[in-house]
């Protein structure tokens, strides 16, 4: 390992949040889109305002808390196959 | 004999000649194999067979249509840049097995008969085996007879269902076969094994981490894919594809958030992206088999690159690990790019490769009216961003600083991953060309107003979710652990059960000759009660002893005489 005296932008924790912050607001502009198009859709739910937005954060926190939940049942030492 | 070499030979009869060379020369020539195969696939003409008779049967070893173009056109490139990744190993083994092994593969696709497809399926299995055992560590040992077993049975069961298939119709042409009758069920459950459907799945999460740092990349792209077009030519717009597509799309990807091996939480995404093109099978219209084959030629491509990428950083730190990785950014820049490159196109941003080829299988799948399937799609793609797209660049390059400054990855790696990221980006930019080789004529716009601006509200909330969980802490951390999986089954509940049976046979052995035993005991003691040497019978009697014995008789006698 060497020394790494540099310091890093990202090392400032004030600039993480202005990568949080980026992100809001990009999300922010994506739903309010939704009003400027006309949207192309198959089902009926795809033309609700937001719904590709709303779809993708419920899925991806959905997916984190059952994944969380599934690890109580599934985690097992690191060493569990090893004898 | 034909006159038609097909290009997988050359690919395999040359990494038999690698063994000859030495250093330079070896690793050139070992650059050149997939440059011959690729010039050769190019002279086929669509349309082309070349045909050989053993044992009175005629084998066809070569067919060339579009979809087994398009296949061996993806197989030669990514044979090409892994060698390119490899160069600077030093093994004569892993060289000729990853060639010999991606040999196979292009020979498999261009099999026009099942018997040929067998024979090359079986290859790429005892090739691709040496990748993972040329880690020359017991556990990747332990693991790669797994997979053996694991593929060689796909094997054989690919051979009993043929068998049957041939007694039944009288034919052994790799055509479309549907799902009637015995020999094409077993067919197709041979298939499932190397396509790792649900609970089949479970070798390539075993195997592919503990392969050696280039062979996983030599692995990622071949085995499964072979599997993806064997399922295209047998089993298209097959119904029950859809659903097992679909599964396979969305349970990988829960395991994927909570695994800690970055190379394993590829494997199942891995999974992931091979249910998309399962769906596409299933649904079985023109624009969703072309969904299936343009989406395995990027696949292999972003897959290869974060596989690369994750390799450099093993290669590099020593770990894989996301609880003892982070901060790597600073040391791997480039390496660092290159796998944010991969995971943009895995995610299926814009202008990445995922979004002109995932999109046709989604937008097939809503055409379709699976609005269920469609609904899961859509789940499997915010998660494959969620796990694939962030978790791994993050845990890896950004998280928090672990300490670990190490040197940018060797140049060759760096190269290698250039080139895939190049064309991950020229596919995404410009898909013409791609479209142009797929297997029917492409009727498909990618960028239109609503695919881009829908994808992105998709992919940029899954994003939000990721920052927001991670800022309430809510996310769960890397640990150090292995999780459950159907491999367990094997791993664990088999040997127990075996070991329990053992064990209860023997305790039940012991009870019978604990009872044997006592019983002989009794009899003995009874034995040695009278006949032992305090026994009644067995005394020693004096002799005065004796003649009042012969007294008491002989007075009795007189008794019993008289009276």
Redesign the interface.
Known sequence: MMDDPKKYWLDEPRNVSKIYWTVCALCAALFVADAFYHKHAHFEVEGWFGFYGIYGFVACVGLVLVAKLLRIILIRPEDYYDD | MTDILSPGLILILGSLVLPFLKGIWQRGFMLLLPVLGFWQTLSLAPGAQGAIEIFGLTLITIRVDALSLVFAYIFHIAALLSAIYAWHVRDTLQHVAGMAYAGAAIGAVFAGDLITLFVYWELTALTSVFLIWARREE?AYRSGLRYLLIQVGSGVILLAGIVVHQHQTGSIAFEKLGLDGLGPTLIFIAFGIKCAFPLLHNWLQDAYPEATVTGTVFLSAFTTKLAVYALARGYPGTEMLIWIGATMTAFP???A??ENDLRRVLAYSLNNQLGFMVVGIGIGTELSLNGTAAHAFSHILYKALLFMSMGAVLFRTGTIKGSELGGL???MPWTTGFCIVGAASISAFPLFSGFISKSMIITAA??G?H?FV?GVL??AS??VF?HSGIKIPYFAF?AH?S???VKEAPFNMLLAMGLTAFLCIAIGVYPAPLYAILPFPVDFVPY???HV?????????????????M?SG???PE???????SDWIY??FLPKVVGLTRGGLASLQQVAESVAERGLRRILAVVFHYHGPSGLLARTWPIGGAALCVLAMLGGFLLTYFL
Do not use: E
């Open positions: 556990r990807i829960f395991y958030v909570i950014y600073k040391s809503a055409g009216g609005w469609w859509l789940f915010a998660g969620h950004y600083d300490g670990i400054r239109t107003v609503t601006i829908t994808q992105l509200q998709l992919l940029m909330f899954s994003a939000l979710a990721f920052a927001v969980l800022r809510i996310y769960p640990l150090r652990s292995v999780n459950l999986d791993r664990r």
